[in-house]
């Protein structure tokens, strides 16, 4: 990913420090990570897939 990407939080997550979260930075992408590690390593999901994903969970 060579540019930058906003992220953010679920209002599901708790108060602010809570490190039990996950962030996702939506584009023509979705791209999902562990808050405590924000400098690791990614899931990336299709448009289409993300939208599956969340109305699955929904």
Do not use: I, N
């Amino acid at each position: 990913m060579s540019h930058r990407r906003s992220w953010r939080k679920s209002t599901y997550s708790g108060p602010e420090g809570d490190t039990a979260c996950v962030e996702v930075s939506l584009s023509r992408d979705a791209l999902v990570r562990d808050s405590k590690a924000a400098g690791g390593d990614v899931l990336v999901f299709s448009a289409h897939a993300w939208r599956a994903f969340v109305k699955a969970v929904a």
